[in-house]
């Protein structure tokens, strides 16, 4: 049964033929019962023809079908040919018209009012009751009303059509967006995973790196010293491992994984303890707090320390052995504010204007995004005199 009526929905004008041909056949019928002789059947047989061509056709031709139903009554009505079941076409036609989507509304109009006229014209040509005007006009007012009803419920599904095709458009609509914002947040957290990759390797790796060279450069002439440096690298390489599985264990549950490891995201306060760390890597970093400090968003804190974090990594990794850096943490009413600066060779152009060349300068990209993302500015580049600047201001509050 299920597949007679798929059939069925994929051939609708297979169907409306049979249906013509049934209503042909009816009307053939009628016809010949009721006219008197030949000449007079021969005259009806176009008015019986043309309903069957219309139901047929009705689907795929809906215009020129309609102006064939308008064709076909006047001729009945100029031929003198008595109403007969073919004329049920009238019906389905001005249905078709009044629902389909693709007929302008002015015809479905007009194919209403043609229908309302048809009783009318069929009392005034043919009349009912002779004696009787008032027979005329009841029989025009009841005729008109199935008129009326075809147009009603076309006209209501040709609504729910347009209604349930705005759904669907409606629909795919949100989909696109919910892709598009999908996508979105993919590429904001791989951003946010790359900055955190990168401050967390680019500045424990580099003090590792420094310290395993100054060990090697002391191991013979200084026992001592070399000892303390390679402490220095196993303390680093646990505290990167640490914040390693930090970030893993966000990717996998979207909440940090409590352990013995587990290490709170860095903030203002720890500041200190970095400009320390980086010290001891051996670079002279001068640090000083302005202001009151107070308790901050996580997401400042976060970005205060981060950017601290770079600087004094680019410092070591383009400023030279004798360059030396300077911290300030400003408290104001509103915000954060940061300078860093150093007196050494400085970076490449090209790396922080640019983004760099061959992947360089992420660094600094990092620090634009996440000054960005909580509403601060950002302004890096070198410092008169020589050297290189790095000033951030932070809000309190998303601008």
């Given amino acids: ?53 219309v139901v047929a056709l ?66 005034l040509r043919f009349g009912v009751d002779k004696g009787d005007p008032s027979s005329d006009f009841f029989f025009s007012v009841i005729m008109m009303v199935p008129f009326a009803l075809a147009w009603v419920l076309g006209d209501s599904l040709r609504t729910r059509r347009a209604y349930y095709a705005q759904l669907v458009e409606r629909n795919q609509r949100l989909e696109k967006e919910r892709e598009a914002q999908a996508k979105v947040a993919v590429a904001a957290e791989r951003a946010r995973i790359a900055r955190e990759l990168h401050d967390v390797v680019a500045h424990n790796v580099s003090v590792m790196v420094v310290q395993a060279d100054g060990a090697a ?37 979207g909440e940090p994984e409590e352990s013995e490891d587990y290490v709170p995201q860095p903030d203002v306060e720890q500041i200190e303890v970095l400009v320390e760390q980086v010290r001891a890597a051996g670079l002279d970093v001068d640090f000083a707090v302005e202001g009151a400090p107070r308790p901050l968003p996580s997401g400042v804190e976060l970005t205060a320390y981060r950017i601290v974090q770079e600087a004094l990594t680019n410092t070591r990794k383009h400023g030279g052995p004798e360059a030396r850096a300077s911290v300030r943490l400003v408290y104001f009413d509103d915000g954060l504010g940061l300078l860093v600066e150093d007196d050494g060779r400085g970076a490449a152009h090209e790396l922080y204007e640019d983004g760099g060349a061959d992947g360089a300068g992420h660094g600094l990209i990092g620090m634009r995004e996440r000054v960005g993302m909580v509403g601060g500015t950002l302004e890096a580049g070198p410092r008169p005199g020589g050297g290189f600047r790095i000033s951030a201001l932070l809000p309190l509050k998303k601008r």
């Fill in 1 to 53: 049964m299920q597949r007679l009526y798929d059939f069925l929905r994929r051939h609708p004008t297979g169907v409306d033929s049979f249906w013509a041909v049934m209503l042909v056949g009816v009307g053939m019928l009628q016809v010949i019962d009721s006219a008197p002789g030949a000449a007079e059947r021969l005259l009806a047989l176009p008015s019986v023809l043309a309903p069957g061509l």
């Fill in 58 to 123: 009705r689907r795929r031709w809906t215009v020129p079908m309609f102006w064939v139903a308008v064709g076909s009554g006047l001729y009945q009505l100029l031929a003198g040919v008595q109403i007969h079941l073919a004329d049920f076409a009238m019906l389905v036609i001005l249905y078709t018209v009044a629902s389909a989507a693709d007929v302008p509304r002015r015809l479905s109009q007009i194919a209403l009012v043609t229908g309302l006229a048809a009783a009318p014209l069929y009392a």
């Fill in 217 to 253: 450069y002391v191991m013979d002439v200084a026992p001592e010293q070399a000892k303390e440096a390679l402490q220095t690298i196993s303390g680093t390489g646990r505290q990167a491992l640490a914040e390693m599985r930090r970030l893993l264990g966000v990717l996998r549950t």
